[in-house]
């Protein structure tokens, strides 16, 4: 099941007809400026939209991602309270939409360590979900490269995080292979099955709800979080032959957050990075 991080510029149903005319099976979206703390209520008519080319396209297991803005570990009271409203509003608008997974990122501790940043994530998590009660959409964490003070680089933070807090139940992993490989895992050819181990050991492989395929731009362990398209990073094609190949993963969302454009003959570069993904899979 593959798709992509596309633009909802001129409405949010534009990157369902994007996804359609690329081939598609299901699209990854922000489901509001993402640079902004305030937002418009989501009107009704663009929700019916949206709702009626998902029915029409049969796709299940959209995604949604959350805004940047957002930091769940940061020890400023303040910017951390904005955060879980906004969290809300972002878990709210999925729901609205029938889009069943909305990815974040764990946040940055700013100094306060590592600990007391996993323990504010979960806290912030507790209160969004408490606050909306149950609704049909998991939160899944995302991992990071690690930069500065980013929390997720580990999978034993997002394991953490996921224990301590009290609906686990509301919360799944989406796993960012170019974050993996700029936080040091390596799970390209015969390292593969170790990564494997690795996740089911920390979060579980039935928690993973989704995953971003990208290749990196930056090597191994460098910490540095550079999209590139698939085989011509540092990851390199074979990287991801396990990854699409993989029953485990077959019916769960792999979303391309490559760079957007065209080649020189004006075809599109996500055409181009699903048509190599695609082969991969055979």
Not at 60 to 83: F, G, M, Q, R
Not at 138 to 155: Q, R
Not at 238 to 243: A, C, D, Q, T, V
Request: proline residues 5%.
């Amino acid at each position: 099941m593959f798709g992509s991080h596309l633009s909802i510029s001129g409405g949010l149903h534009k990157a369902l007809l994007s996804a359609e005319k690329l081939g598609m099976q299901t699209v990854q979206v922000f489901t509001k400026n993402q640079q902004r703390w305030l937002v418009p209520p989501l009107l009704q008519d663009a929700a019916d939209t949206w709702l009626s080319h998902q029915k029409r396209l049969g796709f299940t297991a959209t995604v949604s991602h959350a805004s940047y803005l957002i930091n769940l570990a940061s020890p400023d009271d303040v910017l951390w309270e904005k955060s879980i409203a906004l969290l809300q509003e972002e878990l709210g608008r999925c729901a609205l939409l029938h889009i069943p997974l909305l990815v974040i990122h764990p946040g940055a501790h700013m100094q306060s360590g590592e600990k007391a940043g996993l323990t504010r994530v979960a806290a912030a998590l507790d209160r969004a979900h408490d606050a909306l009660g149950e609704i049909p959409v998991i939160t899944c964490l995302e991992n990071t490269a690690a930069a500065g003070t980013c929390l997720g680089g580990p999978l034993e933070h997002l394991a953490d995080i996921i224990a301590a807090c009290q609906r686990p139940g509301r919360l799944g992993i989406c796993l960012d292979t170019c974050h993996l490989f700029a936080a040091g895992h390596d799970f390209r050819g015969r390292r593969y099955a170790g990564f494997i181990k690795n996740v089911q050991k920390t979060v579980g492989l039935e928690r993973v709800k989704a995953l971003h395929l990208n290749d990196s731009k930056k090597p191994l362990g460098s910490r540095v979080d550079r999209h590139e398209h698939i085989g011509r990073g540092q990851i390199g094609i074979e990287g991801f032959r396990p990854l699409v190949r993989d029953p485990r993963w077959r019916n769960i969302p792999k979303i391309l957050e490559t760079p957007k454009g065209t080649d020189p003959s004006g075809l599109d570069l996500d055409a181009i990075n699903l048509d190599v993904l695609a082969k991969l899979a055979w």
